[in-house]
């Protein structure tokens, strides 16, 4: 196990498997318990995905996705996905 630090509150993560998160089994993570933040592993291994993130940033990524996607398959920003 590696010493994943969380970037919220500077604790060391905690390496579980994913179903104590999803409920379901899809390899392990890094969480906090105190920020309920977390971050995947790459496959078969103890290596985090990247930083841990909490619910905000998962839901502002959700958001950001749910916006744009629509628009982007409809081809109306082909070619700009950058600049979006
Ligand atoms: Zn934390």
Redesign the pocket.
């Given at each position: 196990m590696k010493d994943v630090i969380?970037?919220?509150?500077?604790?060391k993560?905690e390496l579980v498997d994913s179903k104590v998160i999803y409920g379901t089994s899809y390899g392990m993570m890094y969480l906090?318990?105190?920020?309920?933040?977390y971050v995947g592993c790459h496959k078969g291994t103890d290596r985090p995905l990247g930083r841990?993130a909490?619910a905000e940033l998962r839901y502002w990524k959700k958001a950001a996705h749910a916006v744009f996607d629509p628009l982007w398959r409809q081809g109306r920003f082909r070619g700009q996905r950058k600049a979006a």
């Amino acid at each position: 196990m590696k010493d994943v630090i969380c970037n919220y509150c500077g604790r060391k993560a905690e390496l579980v498997d994913s179903k104590v998160i999803y409920g379901t089994s899809y390899g392990m993570m890094y969480l906090c318990r105190r920020c309920n933040a977390y971050v995947g592993c790459h496959k078969g291994t103890d290596r985090p995905l990247g930083r841990l993130a909490d619910a905000e940033l998962r839901y502002w990524k959700k958001a950001a996705h749910a916006v744009f996607d629509p628009l982007w398959r409809q081809g109306r920003f082909r070619g700009q996905r950058k600049a979006a």
